[in-house]
């Protein structure tokens, strides 16, 4: 069982507050973002990890899901970890939800 730590950044190891609610016009999300650029979202439940990571890029797209869905995988990092929204604590295995990060690397986001 990995052992739990307070909710940390994985790019800048910044610790960060929990995930709030976002209205971004259509989309509604729940997460947040590091001062280094990076943003992360949560999944309740940790069984819609796809959607999840979708919403993460159009977030980190400015809610673009054009941009979003044409972005090569060298242009970002991303990471997910096991979430306990009550501790605002991450790595517990067996918690309920699941974060997903993400931080652009570089301007190069669409083109291959």
């Known amino acids: 069982m990995a052992r739990a730590r307070p909710l940390q950044c994985p790019f800048c190891d910044?610790?960060?507050?929990?995930?709030?609610?976002?209205?971004?016009?259509?989309?509604?999300?729940t997460g947040g973002i590091c001062i280094c650029g990076?943003?992360?979202?949560?999944?309740?439940?940790?069984?819609?990890?796809?959607?999840i990571f979708m919403?993460?890029?159009?977030?980190?797209?400015?809610?673009?899901?054009?941009?979003?869905?044409?972005?090569n995988p060298e242009a970002y990092e991303s990471a997910d970890y096991d979430y306990d929204i009550h501790s605002n604590m991450i790595g517990r295995t067996g918690s309920a939800g699941k974060?997903?990060?993400?931080?652009?690397?570089?301007?190069?986001?669409?083109?291959?």
């Open 14 to 29: 910044n610790y960060l507050a929990g995930p709030v609610d976002i209205n971004m016009g259509t989309m509604d999300i």
């Open 99 to 112: 974060l997903v990060f993400v931080r652009l690397i570089s301007d190069k986001n669409t083109e291959g």
């Open 38 to 51: 990076a943003i992360y979202v949560l999944d309740r439940t940790a069984h819609n990890l796809g959607e």
């Open 55 to 71: 919403d993460a890029l159009t977030f980190v797209c400015r809610g673009n899901i054009d941009k979003a869905l044409s972005m």
